[in-house]
Structure formats: C-alpha cells, structure tokens
C-alpha cells in the first residue's frame, strides 16, 4: 500500500468514527422550545423524519438549533454535524452552507475550492465526514435531509422539506 492509500485509508476510518459518534451521540438532540424558525423533513425512500429547530435572535443569527427524529445513522448524523455548523451563524451564511453541503454530496468532482465561501469559520472538516455518502447514491438522500429541512425552515417553507 502507497503512503497516499494509507493516509487516505487512515482517513476514510476517521470520518466513519466521526459518523458513527454524530449517530450514536447527536448533538443537540431534543425539542427547542423557544425556536423562532422550524421544519419538518420526510425521506419517504427510507422513512427518516426530522423536526429541526432553531432560534434567530434580532442580529440574523442562529443562538440555538436542535433536532429531534428518527432515522438511520447517516440522517442523524448529519443533522447533528448541521447543529453544531450552524450554531453562532448568520442566517445569509447558513443558507450558503446549505448550498455547499448539498452540492459537495450530489455532484462529483467538488473540492474546496468550488466551495461557496463563507464568512464565518465553518468546521467543513468535519462536514468532510459525510462526502463518502457520494459513493452510495441511495444514502445521499439521508445525509441531505437535514440540510432540506434548515432551507425549509430559514425561507419560512410551511410544508415539510423532503428528499424527492
């Protein structure tokens, strides 16, 4: 095995840890009483089903996110990785995550630098985690589900975000 294939081996083990801990241990997991904006998300495919919550104070910015659900552990692993992206963030600056995370894990070929930039210090490193989902087109759909719902309820969409 060449040092590329080791690092890269090394890698591939450190983002599935990283994805097994969000599922295992979500963040922020719990209803978010004084939620400001909220969205419901339904992957009809599998039957994930998400609320996520969040709190825009008076600046635009995001000082509280939760979800609650169920689903598999890529869904709720990339809603728990999504709570602690978003949290301090401006609601510009979350909307253009989405963006970001949503093109990273449905085209081929996205590097950092076809990334949307952001003001703010995003841990894209550990978003990095869920890019492997590209590898399984059926899975894609569970890891931007929760990515749907923060669009859904940041554009005030009344019916819930779906993955169809």
């Known amino acids: ?5 080791a690092n890269n081996a090394e890698l591939y083990d450190l983002y599935r840890e990283l994805i097994l801990d969000h599922a295992r241990n979500p963040r922020h997991f719990g209803r978010l009483d004084n939620a400001t904006h909220k969205a419901e998300g339904i992957n009809p495919l599998c039957g994930d089903k998400l609320k996520m919550y969040f709190n825009i104070d008076n600046h635009g910015r995001i000082e509280g996110t939760s979800f609650e659900g169920s689903g598999c552990a890529i869904s709720m692993a990339s809603a728990s990785l ?24 449905t085209q081929s070929g ?21 890019d492997g989902v590209r590898e399984f087109p059926s899975r894609v759909k569970c890891a931007t589900l929760a990515w749907h719902a923060l669009h859904s309820a940041l554009s005030h969409q009344p019916t819930p975000a779906t993955t169809e």
């Open 110 to 130: 996205i590097d950092e630098g076809s990334a949307v930039d952001i003001d703010v210090d995003v841990p894209l490193a550990k978003l990095k985690a869920l």
């Open 1 to 5: 095995m060449t040092k590329q294939a």
């Open 82 to 105: 999504l709570t602690d992206a978003v949290l301090g963030m401006s609601v510009d600056d979350a909307d253009a995550l989405f963006d970001t995370v949503s093109a990273r894990l």
